[in-house]
């Protein structure tokens, strides 16, 4: 294919023609939140509820479709809310039931949708089902909602298989290890995740009703979706086996293919729940998060009658690298079309290093579990350039991406946190190898010049923030060209205007040819990454949307795209 402009013809290779349907959700821009992180109004240190309503206005403001909630139920914090203790009530620390109806109300007010998450695959050992279930004893009904067996061993001292805890250590605790448990109860529990976390038992018609309702709970509520937390976990394998393999968060999906993870059985339940959210109005959505590879195997969550959206966890993982980028493009349009679902796009979240910091390493992109002092330090405005330059690349394909609480501050992962002020799991679990995920949970700065840099009425933070954060604050960037917040602002507001998410994507071969960049076009806009070292020329007459760097001279009449940056011009 050709497309013809007044100063180039360009020669473009087709890979995805645009949106299946009309739905919201196809092309939305969507925000997470991490509550805990977010702004806190009680002044305890701890984001809230009510914090999050009262910066509404800052999303709005920047231009994104929707929000998505991390967990704000009862919860022991054991895994910080990942361990829900009662599914139909606010943690104290976040607020209440009445805060979430007055957030929904003002989302709504500012056409903000709003997606929470669903944690199925884990319950805390503080919900009422296991509590009782520790009570009940062996044999009972109580027990079979979770997964408690036998050990191994002649005094079944082993674990029942070889499985292993994602955050590290067996995946499985003898009940008279716990603290106040009966002596002579031997018995082990399985947890894919903490001791804390007990897998829920999901061949019990009892436990997928019970999920049924607290959809319904959540939907009649006015809630616009749910993010599936571990969608890819409910379904074990008959009999647990052995298996001998590890599992890992997100990029290990390579190794997840064991037992424990995307088991067919799994649909069933995602067939059950779509047609639980099809007896509510307003396109209300299911978002999987599944460490599932391949591509096409993703995929399956998202057919017509499952899910709505998969986690592309395959870009995020992505190395700066032209040719891998580009594949993985290709491959994520190619797969979701196969189903006729839409892709999705992220770079960053509250599981991993956020992306400013892992594109700042020297092997740009790589993901480690956490950074820490003695770690490899990112150089940090290297990272900022890259990650702009990878958003605005981002921003530009066809679907719908989801951007991490603070990367429109272009902020950078807490990289010196003090190994005794962690919290996540992960750190003691792995026996302190990996450093884990609290660097990119920091609370936000949003006041250059105030306590806590406005984050906390009390101007208290549950980590620190270090003390550079200031010139990242949000009232440091608003108006300000060229910040990153206005970049953010201006790409989104474009986005919208060229319909870039329910867009099409070509890529563009002559350009690309002789340079190590990305070049694709979307509709009438033309985008260029360009990742080498030598400048890409734009076309003569290009007219610049907005760009992630400034722009070097090309030619007498051109202008170029240096190394690192990202540009969108439109063509006619
Ligand atoms: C969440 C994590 C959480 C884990 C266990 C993940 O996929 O995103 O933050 O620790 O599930 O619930």
């Known amino acids: 294919m050709t497309i013809a402009h007044p100063h180039a013809t360009l020669t473009t290779t087709p890979v995805h023609d645009g949106p299946a349907g009309p739905q919201w959700w196809r092309s939305a821009v969507i925000y997470q939140v991490y509550p805990r992180s977010f702004a806190d109004a009680s002044g305890d240190g701890i984001g809230d509820l009510p914090g999050i309503t009262s910066r ?310 790589a993901r480690p579990n956490g950074i820490g002092h003695g770690d490899e330090q990112p150089d940090e405005a290297l990272g900022l350039r890259r990650a702009r330059a990878a958003t605005l690349l981002m921003l530009a394909l066809p679907g719908s991406a989801y951007l991490y609480q603070g990367e429109e501050l272009g902020l950078p992962e807490h990289t010196a946190l003090d190994d005794d002020l962690r919290q996540d799991p992960a750190w003691w679990r792995s026996g302190h190898t990996e450093r884990g995920r609290d660097g990119c949970r920091v609370p936000l700065p949003w006041s250059r010049d105030a306590p806590s840099f406005g984050f906390s009425s009390g101007g208290r933070t549950w980590l620190p923030q270090p003390s550079s954060w200031s010139a990242y604050a949000a009232d440091a960037q608003v108006g300000v060209p060229g910040s990153t917040l206005e970049m953010y602002r201006t790409a989104l507001a474009l986005r919208r205007e060229h319909v870039l998410g329910a867009g099409s994507l070509a890529w563009v071969d002559d350009l690309a040819e002789t340079s190590d960049a990305i070049v694709l076009v979307n509709g009438d806009v033309l985008v260029v990454t360009n990742l080498g070292t030598t400048p890409v020329p734009l076309p003569v007459g290009a007219h610049v949307l907005v760009s992630s760097g400034d722009l070097a001279d090309g030619d007498a009449r051109s202008l170029s795209v240096p190394t690192d940056t990202t540009v969108w011009v439109t063509l006619i």
């Not at 002579?184 to 897998?199: A, C, V």
């Open 56 to 365: 509404l206005g800052h999303l709005a403001a920047l231009g994104v479709d929707a929000i998505w909630l991390s967990p704000f139920y009862r919860s022991p914090q054991a895994d910080a809310g990942y361990d829900v203790a009662d599914y139909r009530d606010v943690d104290p620390i976040f607020g209440s039931l009445a805060d979430v109806d007055r957030l929904l109300d003002r989302a709504h007010a500012l056409d903000l949708r709003v997606i929470v998450d669903l944690v199925p695959n884990h319950t805390s050992d503080d919900h009422a089902w296991f509590q009782e279930a520790l009570v009940a004893g062996p044999g009972s009904l109580a027990r079979a909602r979770y997964h408690f067996r036998d050990g191994r061993g002649a005094h079944g001292e082993l674990p029942p298989n070889d499985w292993e805890s994602i955050f590290g250590g067996p995946a499985w605790t003898r009940v008279d290890a716990r603290p106040g448990a009966e002596a002579s109860d031997h018995q082990w529990y399985l947890h894919m995740f903490d001791t804390r976390q007990p897998d829920l038992n999901w061949d019990l018609p009892e436990v997928r009703a019970e999920f049924e309702e607290i959809l319904r709970f959540w939907l009649d509520r006015g809630v616009d979706g749910f993010r599936i937390d571990v969608a890819h976990g409910m379904v074990k394998a008959p009999g647990l086996p052995d298996w001998g393999g590890t599992v890992a968060m997100i990029d290990g999906a390579a190794a997840n293919h064991g037992p424990m993870f995307d088991q067919d059985g799994v649909h069933d339940i995602y067939r059950s729940w779509h047609r639980v959210l099809a007896e509510y109005d307003g396109d209300r959505a299911l978002v999987a998060e599944a460490w599932v590879e391949p591509l096409a195997r993703l995929a399956r969550y998202v057919r017509p009658d499952e899910m709505h959206q998969a986690f592309n966890f395959a870009f995020l993982t992505s190395r700066w690298q032209t040719s891998t980028l580009r594949t993985v493009i290709t491959a994520s349009l190619a797969a979701s079309d196969e189903v006729g679902a839409p892709t999705t796009w992220v770079l960053s979240n509250h599981d991993v290093v956020r992306h400013t910091s892992r594109l700042g390493l020297s092997s740009p992109g």
